[in-house]
């Protein structure tokens, strides 16, 4: 069965840093556009990052400049670098994958998140 298990997460100060992984198993992960989506409580979930099959990126405006999405086909594994992290940014973070293109709107497979808090 296809799994997404995402760890990185914590607790860390305006300014810092953290790097978040995702590793995939059950699928063949070379084939999937991957995402970062984020939930903060009473919001709406929002899509932070992409990286396509190849290679190509996508993020948020809030994000872009701090933020880097990046995946290792050989070890399945996706990765977010986020750096000058805001109180903003304060959500759970989710892994998400999408077979093919990444013009599809309907996601595939979900991680179970993982939990970033930025304190000011």
């Known amino acids: 069965q296809v799994q997404l298990v995402e760890s990185g997460g914590g607790s860390v100060q305006a300014g810092g840093s953290l790097k978040l992984s995702c590793v995939a198993s059950?699928?063949?992960?070379?084939?999937?556009?991957m995402s970062w989506v984020r939930q903060a409580p009473g919001k709406e979930r929002e899509g932070v990052a992409t990286?396509?099959?190849?290679?190509?990126?996508l993020y948020a405006d809030s994000v872009k400049g701090r933020f880097t999405i990046s995946r290792d086909n050989a070890q399945n594994t996706l990765y977010l670098q986020m750096n000058s992290l805001k109180p903003e940014d304060t959500a759970m973070y989710y892994c998400?994958?999408?077979?093919?293109?990444?013009?599809?709107?309907?996601?595939?497979?979900w991680g179970q998140g993982t939990q970033v808090t930025v304190s000011s």
């Open positions: 990286i396509g099959t190849d290679g190509s990126k």
């Open positions: 059950g699928l063949i992960y070379s084939r999937y556009c």
């Open positions: 998400a994958g999408r077979y093919g293109g990444c013009w599809r709107t309907q996601f595939d497979y």
